[in-house]
């Protein structure tokens, strides 16, 4: 039987004026294949898992044809790249085939990340390797398992196209969704061409069709900062509580929606490690794990520089104005993060030295070399009883002592709030994630998918990080140490 499925598209980026994106045509991949849908995406633009049936529907995911109402675009931007302006960017391999509408009336942009190249492609191929679209395909899907928001990914097709990198990589194709794929640094190409009226023209946009609450603002640029802070504050505390590092924080690669999006050599975190370098290609550390707040605030500046002539007229005025804004950033991330925290360890009242405890124990995380998720999710399972050892957490520990006087500390301040252990621990399970995803366990996937053309792990792992709080017992392993081999993986910006 042959389903059909009809997508509604409401194109608004098109109708912006015609140097925010360029038309283009997707160049579909050799032999392409299906290799994984994601039907909890799907739902969310009224698609269930019969669309795998719809040929037509299926060939315009893979960039083969088009769909009516589908009108393909890449975007430019331009952005701070380590440090470094570089005034155009864009959309070198992605192309958004149109923003489909859900029956709430919510519209996604659909767009394909490998499906060739465009305007903006500089030196690339316009093309995506199976290894970092299995990576995006399954983080976008695993932080959105863990409460991170998150673009999202629709599916993944492979191909037989051979794409050159280090080596000679098979071509693949994500179609990735998101509310908007809008970035600071979409903002940044119009500024520093002196097109300040381009630079409203795409607030205007942005407040428009996300954040139409805005429009009555005295000032509704000042506010569009001002969310855009908050939002971003909240999103890298929920980074920093769940141990992700994105790994190439440049200021195109952050969402002006306060989105996670642009997975590249991201990392969760094993051992605790402030020092965290996930990129293999960051020889400074720029974007090590401790600084993504840091790094998150100077973005948050580039951005702010791009609205400085719609803040005020007055440029001292729109300057100090600015800054009073981001002046907010650092409190508004402390005050989701201690929050964050005082979840992970269970703890239902807020007391002056929470903060201390919790600071004191990743000190000991640390210098012990524990893992950071396995460690939190033992810690569910903590007596408060003082006959209690809690051994199972205690030998995570090379200084076990240590340990102990922690564990007292803790102890002392759970019986503080009364808190009772078998209520605490139903809380805590749905704080502190049983899953994260590994690099290794991407790197499996991997290895199935690109020696055996074996997809099977990536649709388990899809299953599996959707759920991470839930337990699994089919995939009890990836709950444990990673193997040695794990070590050495090293992942780089190549994708
Ligand atoms: P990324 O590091 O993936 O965030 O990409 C930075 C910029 O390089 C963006 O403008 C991308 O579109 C572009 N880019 C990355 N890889 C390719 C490629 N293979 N072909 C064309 N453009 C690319
Ligand atoms: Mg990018």
Known sequence: MDERFTLQFDNTYTRLPRDFYTRVRPNPLRNTHLISFNSKAAEMIG?????????SLLNALAGMELLPGMDPIATVYAGHQFGTFVPQLGDGRAILLGEARNHLGESWDLQLKGAGITPYSRDGDGRAVLRSTIREYLCSEAMHGLGVPTTRALCMFGSDEEVYRESIESGALLVRMAPSHVRFGSFEFFYYRGQHDAVQ???????????????????????????????????????????????VMNTDNMSVL?????????????AYDPGYICNHSDYYGRYAFARQPDI????????????????????EAAAEQALALLSEFEPLFNKHYETLCRAKLGLQQSQLNDHTLY???????????????????????????KRGSNAELRDMFIDREAFDRWAKQYRRRLVAESSIDSQRKTYMDGINPKYVLRNYMA??????????????????????????FAEHPDMEHYAGEPPDWAHQIEVSCSS
């Not at 306060?258 to 094993?270: A, N, W």
Request: some cysteine; overall charge negative.
């Open 258 to 270: 306060g989105l996670t999006i642009d997975y590249g050599p991201y990392g969760f975190m094993e």
């Open 443 to 468: 790197e499996t996937a991997i290895r199935k998918a690109s020696e055996d053309k074996d997809y099977s792990e990536i649709d388990r792992l899809l299953n599996l990080l959707h759920t991470p």
């Open 47 to 55: 698609l269930d898992c019969a669309i795998t049936r719809d040929q």
């Open 296 to 315: 998150a605030k100077f973005n948050l500046s580039c951005l702010a520089q791009t609205l400085l002539p719609l803040i005020d007229r007055v440029p």
């Open 359 to 385: 600071a004191s124990l990743l000190t000991l995380l640390d210098q012990n070399n524990v893992d950071y998720t396995r460690f939190f999710r033992a810690l569910n399972r903590f007596t408060s009883d």
């Open 201 to 247: 023209q795409l607030a205007d946009y942005i407040i428009e069709h996300h954040y139409p609450e805005l429009a009555q603002r005295t000032n509704k640029y000042t506010a569009l900062l001002k969310t855009v802070i908050a939002s971003t504050a909240e999103l890298i505390a929920q980074w920093q509580a769940v141990g992700f590092a994105h790994g």
